[in-house]
């Protein structure tokens, strides 16, 4: 069977199984039939709606017998992540909305998959702040194209070998390189409390320009320096 075809059985049954979505299940008979793969179970399934979910749940078990696809259960929220993700870039989910999703999965079920989304939806409430604090430059008009970059990004990297301590790494917009940056607090002459930051490479002091692996501009600086080739890696990054 196909490989495309296997994956998208993946994601509407990821959809349906964690959020009760069963729109991909209809989606799916149509790019089916957009592939020339016609029968009655894919017309039945196609001219289904949305509200008839249990016979969109039937219909969509008896295309699997029929086109031989076993789904993997294994994987589901790594696949409704990609799920969203294609949803997202296809115009057909809104980027803040589905964020806001994965937010509220991480409260409610606490899995370590979905807490980089918990931290990014936080992270945006700051997006106001001095251009100093906001690393990543992210303003209220390319606030949906940054969320749709991190979800590009999880996806692409998910499962790949990086650092232990990748996340706590960054790398310093001054020399280039990555290393985790050297917190100093320092009380001054007045008894004021002073912040700084080196850089474990260059030495110099620099307290915001950073570029944080935990976030977009880091994970592309790290893809650039790996040489990946994957759909995420900009040549731009």
Known sequence: ????????????R????????????????????????ESDTVFILAGLSESEKEDARRYFDCLLLELDIKTDLDN???????YLNEKIHEGKKDAHSALAELKDFY??????????FYGLYY???YVD???AYNMEHITSKNMDEYIKRAFELFVEMYGMEVPEDFCKQAYCRLCGKRGI????????????T???????????????KWSYCSANSGKELYLKEIGWEGAACKPDA
Do not use: Q, W
């Not at 589901?76 to 990609?82: E, P």
């Not at 607090?185 to 007045?190: A, N, R, V």
């Not at 700084?196 to 915001?208: A, D, G, T, V």
């Open 76 to 82: 589901i929220d790594y696949l409704y992540i990609c």
């Open 14 to 37: 990821a959809a349906d199984l964690i959020a009760g979505d069963v729109s991909g299940y209809i989606d799916f008979a149509y790019y089916l039939l957009d592939n020339k793969i």
């Open 194 to 208: 002073k912040h700084n930051c080196i850089c474990p490479n260059c030495k110099r002091s620099n307290l915001y």
């Open 107 to 116: 409260v409610r079920y606490e899995k370590e998959i979905y807490f980089e």
């Open 123 to 125: 992270m945006l409430d």
């Open 129 to 131: 702040m001095s251009e």
């Open 1 to 12: 069977m196909n490989e495309e075809i296997v994956k998208k059985a993946n994601l509407c």
């Open 181 to 192: 940056p050297l917190f100093e607090s320092k009380k001054t002459l007045f008894g004021k």
